[in-house]
């Protein structure tokens, strides 16, 4: 069953946690929905209807082929392809209905039958293509059985860099920053047994002064026989910036943080106690206090 996003605000919690259904092409105008099928070179006639526009897209979003550019010989030999012998007197649309149909009800059901080393590779798949530091939840993967969730949590974790994004919303520099929706939802929903798998992380700070400043941080937290190393992405400001960092003493604090964080010898784990120390370098109101 094919599952829609709901019109969320771009960046809140539920866009977030809703990432991996589809857009509800149907809010499209018409003049959108040919214009999205045309970047992807996809056929279709110009007098076609707005719920065949939509149709068209979705099966695009899905990955399926778009019958529209065969015809009546094509579209008979790709039914019989499929195990059905259209009559010679079949009209292309009831063969392109009959080979959607046949999409639609496309199943793999001896996926739990491959060994399992295999099954990891197809995960790592998935799991690679998801957008890094966007994620508030846990794949749907990890929660189809406990077998597959058993094998694809910990590589979830081990490939997947989470964001803690922190902005603040007004000009100048005594300003107080505050943490994105999305990050808020990751560190609220993910709970403390999982928080402590999490090995990657990417903290960015966007300070709104008059001039603007961005840094940013790569964090992979270490095992007991490695390190953990700490990059700073974003070149040092300029010095016109400097006294912009030392005013609100974030990057300063954070220096802070991320040093005890890597010293201490059970530093391969993320803590508790860490998360609530970068986001209060942040904005001391998130944590309740």
């Known amino acids: 069953m094919v599952q829609y996003r709901e019109m969320h605000r771009p960046g809140s919690k539920g866009a977030a946690r809703d990432y991996w259904k589809l857009d509800p092409r149907s809010a499209l105008s018409t003049p959108d929905m040919k214009a999205a099928l045309s970047a992807q070179n996809a056929d279709f006639g110009q007098s076609t209807g707005r ?26 030999q790709l039914c019989r392809r499929r195990g059905f012998q259209p009559t010679q007197r079949a009209r292309g649309e009831a063969m392109k209905a009959s080979l959607e149909q046949a999409d639609d009800e496309l199943t793999f059901p001896r996926f739990m039958d491959l060994p399992p080393e295999l099954r990891v590779e197809i995960y790592g798949y998935h799991l690679h293509s998801l957008d890094q530091g966007t994620l508030a939840v846990q794949p749907p993967l990890t929660t189809v059985c406990k077998l597959v969730r058993r094998e694809a949590l910990p590589l979830f974790y081990a490939v997947h860099r989470f ?74 400001p300029p010095p016109g910036y400097r006294s912009v960092g030392e005013e609100i003493g974030l990057i300063a604090q954070l220096a802070k943080v991320l040093s005890n964080m890597t010293a201490r010898p059970e530093g391969d784990a993320l803590q508790s106690n860490d998360v609530k120390a970068l986001i209060g370098a942040l904005d001391s109101r998130t944590l309740g206090t």
């Open 51 to 76: 719920g065949r526009l939509s149709a068209l897209l979705t099966r695009l979003d899905r990955g399926l082929l778009t019958y529209e550019k065969y015809g009546p010989a094509e579209l008979r």
């Open 163 to 236: 964001g803690v994004n922190g902005f603040n919303d007004d000009t100048g520099w005594n300003n107080t920053f505050i943490l994105c929706a999305v990050s808020q939802a990751m560190i609220q929903d993910i709970g403390p047994t999982n928080l402590s798998q999490i090995r990657k992380l990417r903290l960015q700070l966007t300070a709104k002064t008059s001039r603007g400043y961005l840094s940013e941080w790569i964090v992979d937290l270490g095992s007991k026989e490695a390190p953990a190393p700490v990059w700073f992405c974003r070149p040092p």
